[in-house]
Protein backbone atom coordinates (compact mmCIF):
# COMPACT_ATOMS: atom_id res chain seq x y z
CA UNK A 1 0.00 0.00 0.00
CA UNK A 2 2.63 2.84 1.04
CA UNK A 3 4.59 2.02 -2.62
CA UNK A 4 1.30 2.33 -4.30
CA UNK A 5 0.77 5.36 -2.27
CA UNK A 6 4.41 6.62 -3.08
CA UNK A 7 3.84 5.92 -7.03
CA UNK A 8 0.76 7.90 -6.99
CA UNK A 9 2.13 10.85 -5.47
CA UNK A 10 5.51 10.57 -7.80
CA UNK A 11 2.57 10.87 -10.61
CA UNK A 12 0.91 13.77 -9.05
CA UNK A 13 4.40 15.57 -8.73
CA UNK A 14 5.35 14.27 -12.51
CA UNK A 15 1.75 16.23 -13.61
CA UNK A 16 2.25 19.45 -12.06
CA UNK A 17 5.28 19.90 -13.34
CA UNK A 18 4.49 19.41 -17.20
CA UNK A 19 1.10 21.49 -16.21
CA UNK A 20 3.27 24.39 -14.95
CA UNK A 21 5.77 24.17 -17.87
CA UNK A 22 2.88 24.10 -20.61
CA UNK A 23 2.01 26.64 -18.63
CA UNK A 24 4.87 29.30 -18.52
CA UNK A 25 5.44 28.42 -22.50
CA UNK A 26 1.71 29.63 -23.26
CA UNK A 27 2.61 32.11 -20.93
CA UNK A 28 5.77 33.55 -23.30
CA UNK A 29 3.81 32.70 -26.09
CA UNK A 30 2.94 36.74 -27.14
CA UNK A 31 -0.84 37.28 -28.34
CA UNK A 32 -0.15 39.16 -31.25
CA UNK A 33 -3.80 40.66 -31.62
CA UNK A 34 -3.64 41.65 -28.47
CA UNK A 35 -0.60 43.66 -28.98
CA UNK A 36 -2.08 44.89 -31.76
CA UNK A 37 -5.08 46.24 -30.02
CA UNK A 38 -2.55 47.45 -26.79
CA UNK A 39 -0.34 49.70 -29.09
CA UNK A 40 -4.25 51.33 -30.48
CA UNK A 41 -5.13 52.21 -27.08
CA UNK A 42 -2.00 53.46 -25.73
CA UNK A 43 0.97 54.74 -28.21
CA UNK A 44 -0.76 55.41 -31.23
CA UNK A 45 -4.55 56.26 -29.88
CA UNK A 46 -6.10 59.15 -31.56
CA UNK A 47 -4.08 58.55 -34.68
CA UNK A 48 -5.07 59.08 -38.26
CA UNK A 49 -4.27 57.15 -41.46
CA UNK A 50 -1.62 58.47 -43.50
CA UNK A 51 2.11 58.79 -44.31
CA UNK A 52 3.74 58.33 -41.32
CA UNK A 53 4.40 61.66 -39.02
CA UNK A 54 4.62 61.28 -35.18
CA UNK A 55 3.97 65.01 -35.17
CA UNK A 56 1.07 64.90 -37.22
CA UNK A 57 0.01 61.75 -35.72
CA UNK A 58 -0.28 59.85 -38.87
CA UNK A 59 0.41 56.03 -40.07
CA UNK A 60 0.11 53.99 -42.84
CA UNK A 61 -0.82 50.33 -42.46
CA UNK A 62 2.59 48.72 -43.42
CA UNK A 63 4.27 51.55 -40.34
CA UNK A 64 1.31 50.26 -37.47
CA UNK A 65 2.87 46.25 -39.01
CA UNK A 66 5.92 47.18 -38.04
CA UNK A 67 5.10 48.71 -34.35
CA UNK A 68 3.27 45.42 -33.94
CA UNK A 69 5.95 42.86 -35.04
CA UNK A 70 8.37 44.88 -32.90
CA UNK A 71 6.75 45.37 -29.65
CA UNK A 72 5.91 41.32 -30.47
CA UNK A 73 9.55 40.32 -30.82
CA UNK A 74 10.81 42.90 -28.35
CA UNK A 75 8.35 41.02 -25.66
CA UNK A 76 10.22 38.04 -26.48
CA UNK A 77 14.03 39.47 -26.46
CA UNK A 78 14.49 39.26 -30.03
CA UNK A 79 15.84 41.61 -31.94
CA UNK A 80 13.59 43.91 -34.86
CA UNK A 81 16.33 44.70 -36.65
CA UNK A 82 16.46 48.19 -39.47
CA UNK A 83 16.56 44.62 -42.22
CA UNK A 84 13.71 43.14 -40.50
CA UNK A 85 12.02 46.43 -40.48
CA UNK A 86 12.90 47.14 -44.45
CA UNK A 87 11.59 43.61 -45.25
CA UNK A 88 7.55 44.49 -43.51
CA UNK A 89 7.78 48.20 -45.26
CA UNK A 90 8.34 46.41 -48.45
CA UNK A 91 10.84 49.02 -49.00
CA UNK A 92 13.61 48.26 -51.34
CA UNK A 93 14.75 50.66 -53.80
CA UNK A 94 15.84 47.74 -56.34
CA UNK A 95 12.27 46.38 -57.25
CA UNK A 96 12.25 48.32 -60.43
CA UNK A 97 8.41 47.56 -61.04
CA UNK A 98 5.01 49.65 -61.20
CA UNK A 99 3.37 47.79 -58.66
CA UNK A 100 0.19 50.12 -59.68
CA UNK A 101 0.23 49.48 -62.88
CA UNK A 102 1.23 46.18 -63.30
CA UNK A 103 0.61 44.76 -59.67
CA UNK A 104 3.10 42.98 -57.46
CA UNK A 105 5.49 40.09 -58.99
CA UNK A 106 3.76 36.83 -57.80
CA UNK A 107 7.43 35.55 -58.24
CA UNK A 108 9.31 37.84 -55.48
CA UNK A 109 8.58 36.92 -52.17
CA UNK A 110 9.91 40.31 -50.92
CA UNK A 111 5.88 42.01 -51.95
CA UNK A 112 4.79 39.82 -49.31
CA UNK A 113 5.97 42.59 -46.93
CA UNK A 114 5.22 41.00 -43.60
CA UNK A 115 4.83 37.45 -44.25
CA UNK A 116 8.14 37.91 -46.11
CA UNK A 117 10.11 38.69 -43.11
CA UNK A 118 8.20 36.04 -40.83
CA UNK A 119 9.95 33.24 -43.28
CA UNK A 120 12.86 35.05 -43.94
CA UNK A 121 13.82 35.27 -40.51
CA UNK A 122 12.41 32.49 -39.16
CA UNK A 123 10.31 34.39 -36.78
CA UNK A 124 6.88 31.99 -37.83
CA UNK A 125 5.22 30.24 -40.82
CA UNK A 126 3.27 31.24 -43.69
CA UNK A 127 -0.21 30.36 -44.10
CA UNK A 128 -1.10 28.29 -47.12
CA UNK A 129 -4.17 26.17 -45.88
CA UNK A 130 -6.70 28.87 -45.52
CA UNK A 131 -8.92 26.79 -43.01
CA UNK A 132 -5.76 27.21 -40.52
CA UNK A 133 -6.14 31.14 -40.81
CA UNK A 134 -6.35 32.40 -36.72
CA UNK A 135 -7.12 36.09 -35.68
CA UNK A 136 -3.52 37.83 -34.83
CA UNK A 137 -2.03 36.41 -38.18
CA UNK A 138 -0.32 38.70 -40.40
CA UNK A 139 -1.79 39.53 -43.82
CA UNK A 140 -0.25 41.23 -46.68
CA UNK A 141 -2.63 41.72 -49.72
CA UNK A 142 -2.75 42.97 -53.39
CA UNK A 143 -6.14 43.43 -55.23
CA UNK A 144 -7.07 44.52 -58.55
CA UNK A 145 -9.05 47.49 -58.47
CA UNK A 146 -11.94 47.92 -61.91
CA UNK A 147 -9.67 49.91 -63.97
CA UNK A 148 -7.03 47.27 -63.80
CA UNK A 149 -4.90 49.64 -61.02
CA UNK A 150 -3.00 47.89 -57.84
CA UNK A 151 -3.28 48.74 -54.73
CA UNK A 152 -1.99 46.94 -51.32
CA UNK A 153 -2.92 47.07 -47.85
CA UNK A 154 -0.82 44.99 -44.26
CA UNK A 155 -2.85 44.73 -41.22
CA UNK A 156 -3.94 41.74 -38.95
CA UNK A 157 -6.11 39.16 -38.77
CA UNK A 158 -9.06 40.13 -36.24
CA UNK A 159 -11.57 37.40 -37.53
CA UNK A 160 -12.04 34.67 -40.04
CA UNK A 161 -15.27 32.49 -41.35
CA UNK A 162 -15.97 30.04 -44.34
CA UNK A 163 -18.76 31.85 -46.29
CA UNK A 164 -20.79 28.35 -47.19
CA UNK A 165 -22.83 30.53 -50.12
CA UNK A 166 -19.66 31.88 -51.45
CA UNK A 167 -17.79 28.98 -51.17
CA UNK A 168 -14.63 31.03 -50.04
CA UNK A 169 -13.13 32.33 -46.67
CA UNK A 170 -13.55 36.13 -45.56
CA UNK A 171 -11.76 38.25 -42.35
CA UNK A 172 -11.93 41.47 -40.68
CA UNK A 173 -9.26 42.98 -40.33
CA UNK A 174 -7.27 45.03 -37.94
CA UNK A 175 -5.01 47.93 -38.74
CA UNK A 176 -4.64 51.42 -39.76
CA UNK A 177 -7.27 51.78 -42.59
CA UNK A 178 -7.66 54.16 -44.85
CA UNK A 179 -11.39 53.71 -45.29
CA UNK A 180 -11.75 54.24 -41.43
CA UNK A 181 -8.75 57.11 -40.99
CA UNK A 182 -8.09 55.09 -37.73
CA UNK A 183 -6.39 52.00 -36.33
CA UNK A 184 -9.57 49.79 -36.85
CA UNK A 185 -11.14 46.59 -37.61
CA UNK A 186 -12.57 46.82 -41.32
CA UNK A 187 -15.77 47.70 -41.89
CA UNK A 188 -15.61 45.39 -44.53
CA UNK A 189 -14.89 41.50 -44.69
CA UNK A 190 -12.52 40.62 -47.15
CA UNK A 191 -11.99 37.70 -49.31
CA UNK A 192 -9.14 35.54 -48.84
CA UNK A 193 -8.72 34.02 -52.01
CA UNK A 194 -9.61 35.23 -56.11
CA UNK A 195 -8.31 36.40 -59.29
CA UNK A 196 -7.84 39.35 -58.42
CA UNK A 197 -5.92 39.53 -55.55
CA UNK A 198 -2.69 38.17 -54.27
CA UNK A 199 -2.95 37.15 -50.27
CA UNK A 200 0.02 36.57 -48.17
CA UNK A 201 -0.50 35.36 -44.54
CA UNK A 202 1.72 34.71 -42.19
CA UNK A 203 1.92 33.76 -38.16
CA UNK A 204 4.51 34.69 -35.05
CA UNK A 205 5.11 31.77 -33.51
Not at 38 to 54: A, I
Not at 160 to 179: L, W
Request: with cysteine; net charge positive; hydrophobic share 40%.
Amino acid sequence: MKNITRMLLVLLFATVIVFAEKKEIAAKSPNVLTIAHELDKTVFCGWTYGSYSSTEKKLDCTTFVSAVVDTVLSRSNVNYTAEMRKDVLINHPNLDRNVVKLGPDPENPRYAGVVYAIEKYNLGKCITDLSQVQPGDFIQYWKQRRNGTWFGHASLIESVRYDKKAGKYKAKIFGSHKSTNSIAVSKFELLLSGDDRLVYIGRIR
